[in-house]
């Protein structure tokens, strides 16, 4: 308990004062097969670089990375989990990960083209009450430091689809962003890797800050 009161101090005033304590964002290792690696070396440390630059925050510079069973989740405010294939969570895995979110945790799911088949099942074990509901452009997660009118940007195509963002919603709170046929991760990643023009990778990078600041300004 003293460890999520801290976790919930932590990020209702990392806006209000510069000396904050540093912290670090996560990035979620799961099992089944899937690539949870996939942008290891790039993606997160240069959306960390850009919000400690952009939003004033003092994010360490190394994601760290965690289980969904670990007691270490309690530790990050923010974690990330991406890849283009299976993930599967046990009861276990799925018990912790809701006392995390429930405890004031956030989870940003990235498809990276792949991975949305066992999306919903998963999270379902997560919270068997609650379902994916699209965010409509208003909502604020859109509309923090940078303004997406018409809600989350195209960074890479797959098969024509739109981008668009879901959320799980516990009591009011937004506990979960699932990001699908966008890529955030892949446009947050250095320039050599994709070849996104300057313009994706802005994109992408202030979408992922809109995320981290709609979380820590969150009630």
């Known amino acids: 308990m003293k460890k999520i009161l801290l976790f919930c101090f932590i990020i209702s005033s990392l806006f209000s004062r510069a000396n904050d ?13 899937g690539d949870w690696y996939a942008n290891l070396e790039t993606s997160l440390p240069n959306l960390i670089r850009f919000c400690n630059q952009n ?20 530790d990050y405010p923010f974690v990330h989990m ?24 956030f989870l ?3 498809d990276n ?16 009450e609650l379902d994916f509901v699209e965010l409509p452009f208003s909502h604020p997660v859109y509309h923090q430091k940078f303004e997406f009118p018409e809600g989350l940007p195209k960074i890479h195509e797959h098969d024509g689809k739109p981008a ?7 009591e009011g709170r937004l506990v979960c ?7 955030l991760g892949d446009g947050w990643e250095d320039y050599d890797v994709h070849k996104d023009s300057p313009e ?14 709609y979380v820590f300004n969150q009630p």
């Open 200 to 213: 994706q990778h802005q994109k992408a990078l202030r979408m992922g800050a809109n995320l981290l600041q």
């Open 164 to 170: 668009q963002g879901f959320g799980l919603i516990y």
């Open 21 to 33: 304590p540093s912290f670090k964002i996560g990035l979620m290792k799961y099992n089944g097969g």
């Open 55 to 74: 939003l004033g925050t003092n994010i360490q510079a190394e994601q760290g990375i965690v289980e969904a069973a670990s007691p270490e989740l309690f």
């Open 177 to 183: 962003f699932y990001s699908f046929e966008c890529d």
């Open 113 to 128: 083209f792949g991975i949305d088949p066992f999306v919903r099942p998963q999270m379902k074990k997560v919270f068997p």
């Open 108 to 110: 940003h799911i990235d």
């Open 82 to 105: 991406t890849g283009h294939g299976n993930w599967v969570l046990s009861a276990t895995e799925a018990d912790n990960l809701r006392k995390y979110l429930i405890g004031g945790g």
